[in-house]
């Protein structure tokens, strides 16, 4: 065990650090997985994949609009392949932890 602050490292079962008086007892808490990139396949309103939803949340479009831009294209053929492309590339909404605020 070695203190988040400064590295020295502590006994186990102390709750600061002796050295600089970090509190130590608590695993800092890992970073969320997802701040890169904000855009992502929403849960719920999914028609398919969740592309057009994610996009629409992405950039406040209307989800309609997007759905309907989207039928458009992929009937032209090529947009067929883009959407798959988007649908791999695109993660997946992480399912929020709701937090205790400690
Ligand atoms: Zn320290």
Do not use: H
């Not at 186990?12 to 701040?35: E, K, N, W, Y």
């Amino acid at each position: 065990m070695f203190c988040p602050r400064c590295g020295k490292q502590l006994d186990p079962s102390s709750r600061f650090c002796a050295a600089c008086g970090a509190p130590v007892g608590a695993a800092p808490p890992p970073p969320p997985p997802f701040t890169a990139s904000k855009l992502f396949r929403p849960r719920q309103n999914r028609m398919i994949a969740g592309v057009c939803a994610a996009f629409a949340q992405e950039y406040g479009w209307d989800l309609t609009i997007v759905r309907i831009i989207t039928a458009i294209v992929c009937l032209s053929g090529a947009g067929a392949f883009a959407y798959l492309i988007a649908w791999i590339i695109i993660p997946d909404e992480p399912y929020t932890v709701p937090s205790n605020g400690l």
